[in-house]
Antibody, heavy 117, light 110 residues
C-alpha cells in the first residue's frame, strides 16, 4: 500500500535552517510529481512546493521562494524540503502528498515545524 | 486571503443535502481540474473528489463534485454526523505556477 512518511520536524530558532524528508513506498516513486503542503496551527492548507517526477521542474510558493528548496532522490524514493532563513510564520505541520493523476490521493501524517526563539 | 473562495462555514441536519461552493478565476478553476479534500480534526487531508467530479475508490457516492466556468461545488447528500469536518477545494494556478487552495469550509452536522 502507498505510504508517505515525513520526518525532520522540530523546534528551531528564527533565521536557522531545517531539512524535511518524506520517505515513499508502495508505488513507483519516480513516476509521480510530489508536493509539500503546510498547515499553520488553526489555519487552512497552504501549498509550499511541487517537483516533477524526474526533478526537472520545481515550483515554490511566493511565501517560501528563495528560502525553501524542494528536491528528490528517486534512487532512495525520498522527497526533501530544505528550509532556510526560517520565520515564525513558517510554523506549521508540513505534509508531503502525491501528484497527478489524482493529485493529493495520498498524504503523509505530517511533521511539525515550530519556529520560535 | 486564499486564492479560491469558500464559505467559512456550512451546516445541515442528518439526512439533508448540503453544498459547498468554491470560486476562482480563469487561471485556476477556469483552466484546470478541481479537487476536494476532507480533513477531520487532527488528521491529514483526505482526497474526496478529483478532476472536478471523480471519486477515488472508497469514497461514498453521497459525495459529488461539479464545475462550471470559474466555480466549483461539492455536494454531500444523506448527511451523517461523521461528515463533520473541514472541506477544502484546490486547483493548479497557471499564473502562480502552483497549487491554490480555498480557505476551507467547516461543516457542522446539527
Amino acid at each position: 500500500q502507498v505510504q508517505l512518511v515525513e520526518s525532520g520536524g522540530g523546534v528551531v530558532q528564527p533565521g536557522r535552517s531545517l531539512g524535511l524528508s518524506c520517505a515513499a513506498s508502495g508505488f513507483t516513486f519516480s513516476s509521480y510529481g510530489m508536493h509539500w503542503v503546510r498547515q499553520a496551527p488553526g489555519k487552512g492548507l497552504e501549498w509550499v512546493a511541487t517537483i516533477r517526477n524526474d526533478g526537472s521542474h520545481k515550483y515554490h510558493g511566493d511565501s517560501v521562494k528563495d528560502r525553501f528548496t524542494i528536491s528528490r532522490d528517486n534512487s532512495k524514493n525520498t522527497l526533501y524540503l530544505q528550509m532556510n532563513s526560517l520565520r515564525v510564520e513558517d510554523t506549521a505541520i508540513y505534509y508531503c502528498t502525491r501528484g497527478l493523476p489524482m493529485a493529493g490521493d495520498h498524504w503523509g501524517q505530517g511533521t511539525l515545524v515550530t519556529v520560535s526563539s | 486571503q486564499s486564492v479560491l473562495t469558500q464559505p467559512p462555514s456550512a451546516s445541515g441536519t442528518p439526512g439533508q443535502r448540503v453544498t459547498i461552493s468554491c470560486s476562482g478565476s480563469s487561471s485556476n478553476i477556469g483552466s484546470n481540474a478541481v479537487n476536494w479534500f476532507q480533513q477531520l480534526p487532527g488528521t491529514a487531508p483526505k482526497l474526496l473528489i478529483y478532476t472536478n467530479n471523480q471519486r477515488p475508490s472508497g469514497v461514498p457516492d453521497r459525495f459529488s463534485g461539479s464545475k462550471s466556468g470559474t466555480a466549483a461545488s461539492l455536494a454531500i447528500s444523506g448527511l451523517q454526523s461523521d461528515d463533520e469536518a473541514d472541506y477544502y477545494c484546490a486547483a493548479w494556478d497557471n499564473g502562480l505556477n502552483g497549487w491554490v487552495f480555498g480557505g476551507g469550509t467547516k461543516l457542522t452536522v446539527l
